[in-house]
């Protein structure tokens, strides 16, 4: 079996397993009760989906608009929109969360911006975003344990952020030692074809790239102030959740539940969408800090309802992209 074939089979293994972690925990929390806690949120579910796209997606585009040069730098509105059809790629199709980051950059390079700093600002982007998440996830368990005195938890959740932390810092040095060329080189030599030699040379040019990327010490430190605003500001969208559900809780509990939870989805990234991890997240710190089993697996649902009502469109937005560029370019070749 090839390895690509071997890999949707994992991917869809996943995925049966988190649909079926999630009707588990569904059925112990009882379907009707979460049913009533759901429609009990009303209107806070269209404020959430409005609240992410205009807050958090929309600083998160800042956040990669600071990184790109002045000569290769795309309007912030269009960065908005690929920075949500990439969040909505990355939530719905089956991608272990990596599809979206291709598709941006992408859609960065088709819309302007050079190919090396396209690709090159996404991955630089991703890796300061995992250093930033990992901040905010220390934040989180400073004030889950001063909220609630737990701390049989911090241990497992310290040790598996510096591990996180420890392959992104190795991730990092590759990128500044040249890895592109280098499996480039590697790529060219088992081909054994001189065809193959131009992807030698893309991929140092894209080595420059990343490396012109990270010697702008400015972008980097806005990159990471921009990361960490949007991922407090985000705890706004689990406020309004909470608040509708008539649990009163504090903006610092909303905090919480937005470190812990993003930290528990990041660690079972290959799960499909996080289907059944996330719901087992808000349950597991809702109960810590007392919200009910139902009320917590409600609020992951009205995080799903979020997801699709912003990820349909977005991926129907670059469906169509991708159509009307395929079409342009048969119209094209028919011309010839």
Same mark, same amino acid.
């Given at each position: 079996m090839r390895a690509s074939g071997k890999i949707q089979i994992t991917?869809?293994?996943?995925?049966?397993? !988190?649909? !079926?972690?999630?009707?588990?925990?569904?059925i112990r929390q009882g379907a009707p009760q979460v049913g009533a806690a759901?429609?009990?949120?009303?209107?806070?579910?269209?404020?959430?989906?409005?609240?992410?796209?205009?807050?958090?997606?929309?600083? $998160?585009?800042?956040?990669?608009?600071?990184?790109?040069?002045?000569? $290769?730098?795309?309007?912030?509105?269009?960065?908005?929109w690929m920075r949500w059809i990439g969040e909505s790629v990355s939530t719905l199709v089956p991608s272990a969360a990596v599809g979206g980051d291709i598709v941006r950059a992408r859609l960065a390079a088709i819309n302007g911006a050079s190919l090396p700093v396209a690709a090159g600002s996404v991955l630089v982007d991703i890796t300061l975003g995992v250093f930033t998440q990992a901040a905010f996830t220390v934040l989180g368990v400073v004030l889950l344990v001063e909220v609630t005195g737990q701390k049989n938890f911090v241990r497992p959740?310290?040790?598996?952020?510096?591990?996180?932390?420890?392959?992104?810092?190795?991730?990092?040095?590759?990128?500044?030692? !040249?890895?592109?060329?280098f499996l480039a080189k590697i790529i060219a030599r088992l081909a054994s074809s001189p065809e193959w030699q131009s992807l030698v040379q893309g991929g140092e040019t894209l080595d420059q790239a990343v490396l012109a990327l990270y010697a702008r010490r400015k972008a980097l430190i806005a990159c990471c102030v921009w990361t960490i605003i949007s991922l407090v500001a985000g705890s706004g969208e689990i406020w309004i959740a909470l608040h509708a559900l008539d649990l009163r809780?504090?903006?610092? $509990?909303?905090?919480?539940?937005?470190?812990?939870?993003?930290?528990?989805?990041?660690?079972?990234?290959?799960?499909?969408?996080?289907?059944g991890v996330q719901e087992g997240g808000y349950l597991f710190v809702g109960n810590l800090l007392g919200i009910p089993g139902d009320a917590a697996f409600a609020l992951s649902l009205i995080a799903r309802v979020r997801e699709l009502a912003l990820g349909i469109p977005g991926l129907i937005c670059w469906q169509v992209i991708e159509a009307r560029r395929l079409l342009r370019a048969r119209l094209a070749a028919r011309a010839r």
């Amino acid at each position: 079996m090839r390895a690509s074939g071997k890999i949707q089979i994992t991917i869809w293994l996943l995925g049966l397993a !988190g649909a !079926g972690l999630f009707t588990v925990l569904l059925i112990r929390q009882g379907a009707p009760q979460v049913g009533a806690a759901f429609v009990s949120a009303g209107w806070a579910i269209a404020a959430v989906v409005i609240y992410h796209l205009a807050v958090p997606v929309f600083l $998160d585009a800042i956040a990669w608009w600071v990184l790109f040069p002045n000569s $290769d730098r795309l309007s912030l509105w269009q960065l908005f929109w690929m920075r949500w059809i990439g969040e909505s790629v990355s939530t719905l199709v089956p991608s272990a969360a990596v599809g979206g980051d291709i598709v941006r950059a992408r859609l960065a390079a088709i819309n302007g911006a050079s190919l090396p700093v396209a690709a090159g600002s996404v991955l630089v982007d991703i890796t300061l975003g995992v250093f930033t998440q990992a901040a905010f996830t220390v934040l989180g368990v400073v004030l889950l344990v001063e909220v609630t005195g737990q701390k049989n938890f911090v241990r497992p959740t310290l040790i598996g952020t510096l591990i996180g932390v420890v392959g992104v810092a190795g991730f990092y040095f590759v990128q500044r030692m !040249g890895m592109f060329r280098f499996l480039a080189k590697i790529i060219a030599r088992l081909a054994s074809s001189p065809e193959w030699q131009s992807l030698v040379q893309g991929g140092e040019t894209l080595d420059q790239a990343v490396l012109a990327l990270y010697a702008r010490r400015k972008a980097l430190i806005a990159c990471c102030v921009w990361t960490i605003i949007s991922l407090v500001a985000g705890s706004g969208e689990i406020w309004i959740a909470l608040h509708a559900l008539d649990l009163r809780a504090t903006f610092i $509990d909303a905090l919480i539940l937005q470190s812990m939870v993003l930290t528990i989805r990041s660690a079972a990234f290959a799960v499909p969408g996080g289907l059944g991890v996330q719901e087992g997240g808000y349950l597991f710190v809702g109960n810590l800090l007392g919200i009910p089993g139902d009320a917590a697996f409600a609020l992951s649902l009205i995080a799903r309802v979020r997801e699709l009502a912003l990820g349909i469109p977005g991926l129907i937005c670059w469906q169509v992209i991708e159509a009307r560029r395929l079409l342009r370019a048969r119209l094209a070749a028919r011309a010839r």
